[in-house]
């Protein structure tokens, strides 16, 4: 199944060639979970870092569906 | 003293005369600093019914105790003053360099009292203190008139002035330092401008005195160890600045959007922090000491909008980018070089015209009364239009009062996204309850840095919290408005304080914070006690609205949060329940049913009605 996979801020460098901005088209197999889709492009787990799924907030644990856009980013300060 | 200098500068300005005072050691712990003396000395000083532009308004700039201390962020000042485009507090923050400097020549505030009959500066050398004529500066942009002061001044001194805008009362100006800083929101730059004061010199040398400087600095070393750990993850707001948050808030769907209508931004990805580093960024800047550097050194060269300054920062592309449909960067960028160079606050004036684009759109604003076509996305009209508001030509008379009165002079205020006629900053509140809280609370109106929940809220700081439910919002906002109060009484700044000077729990205990307080003064503050000096502060600045003839009624928000769902994105269909979360603000607060401080709550602080 295919996820959008966004990386803001400084996980951007984690980002593969060829992604357009900040997201790139990820094929992932059924029943993986976001850990495994972040370990995947290098996005350390163990900094605080904020996941979101359909914007809404999820845990690493958290199933993906087809579909999903999946947005990760540095817990930091804001603006 | 320690940390405070425990000295005012008075400067009538009526009478050009100066004079120093004292202040007495537990008034000064009592009110932290800053933000805290100030609200204590206008309380006690102006009567709150006044009219903000008038002779009896008075202006105070304030510098807190960590100021110009090895503090890393140690470098904030508050002006604070009765609002003339609120008619509430203002309370506007900025850094740079000019606060440090100021705490250096050995005063803590500086009260400006009166009106002058002749524009005037102030040159404040260490002890020696002149007020000289400014007829020559009058009229000049903030770049040309800090050029001409540093000459007949000293180089190495730090200024704060306005611009055009402030000389002529816009509601919206600001008072600019180190020409790109801006103490920006609720028109303090027409207070300074109605006071005929062009701008403030300062030139210090006097280190500040410290209680303990060696736990100072073993505590601030510490501090800067942990600051340039996350620099060098990537975890810090040093490789993008605070512009990498617009495509968080569009992903969240609360990002404004044509004037809050929305809160998805399909342009998002061109007006972004690595767009900005890519196309325009020079480098990284720091406020003075700041181990984070989230300013940016940028130039755009372009033929239309060129220039070189700083920024953007995020609120600004909020603002006057995507509330204004604009998704060109280069755009923005120059709205901001030009908001900095007339001195005037890039929030207000991004969702003023936001509002106007909106009317104009929805056939309530005429084009002739414009002068030109308003639609969402006319950069070049924008850019015009900031112009002739900070000289109030044209339409521009009418964007200087604020989008309220705008609005409003149209029959239809509820297009002015406003809360205490102060325009939203960033967030739209039904996608971050919390904030729409905080809006509808802060003694200065809609500000996101009167209690930032949008730290938990948006950015997991310290832990990510849920932006859509309403439960626990009130005890939050509660114990955010207290400790940024603190925070911003302190002199520091808050993208620093809150990652490490709290405890990383939501509650946010001040537990570093409270040692490096006492480092500085010696004041024996407990963690509690500092709390309470913030809760104290805010309390009184409530006093003032109260009295000042703000009620209930006023803590609110526009019809289009309250009753209009977000129409798409992750917060679709949510609006804010404020009448659910106010009622225990109140309770939590020790306020009365209609928002005032009960008599039990202000003998717990100490204070008198």
Redesign the interface.
Known sequence: MKVRLKLFATFRRYLPPGAQGSACDVEIPDGAQVSELLSRFGVPDKESLIILINGRDASPDRILQDGDIVAVFPAMAGG | MFGWRGKILRVDLTNERVSVEAVDPQTAKNFIGGRGWAIKYLYDEVDPAVDPLAAENKLIFGTGPLTATPAPTGNRYMVVAKSPLTGALSCSNSGGFFPTEMKRTGFDLFIFEGRAERPLYLWVNDDEVEIRPAEHLWGKTVPETEDILLEETDPRAKVACIGPAGERLVKIAAIMNDKHRAAARSGVGAVMGSKMLKAVVVRGTKKTPLAEPQAMRELCKLVRSEVNA?VK?????R???????P??TS???ILPTHNFQTGVFEGV?NI???TLTEKYLIRAKPCFGCPIACGRLTRVDDPVYGGEGEGP???TIAALGSSCGIDNLAAVTKANYVCNELGVDTISMGVTLSCAMEMYEKGILPESDVGRPLPFGDADAVIALIRQTAYREGFGDALAEGSYRLASNYGHPEFSITAKKLEFP?YDPRGSKGMGLLYATSNIGASHMAG?L??PE????PE?I?P?TIEGKPHLIHRFEDAFTVIDAAGLC??LS??YLFDPDINLWPTRLARLMNYATGAGYTEETLLRAGERIFNLERLFLLKAGFTKADDTLPQRMLEEPMPE???KGHVVELDKMLPEFYRLRGWDEDGAPTDAKLAELGLKR
């Open positions: 996350d993850k990537g975890s810090s707001l490789e993008y600045g605070t512009a990498y948050v495509p968080v992903e969240m769907g990805e972004n922090g690595p920062e995020y609120e960033g930032d949008a730290y948006v950015f997991g700081v990510k849920d859509l808050v993208f809150v990652r994105g992750p917060a």
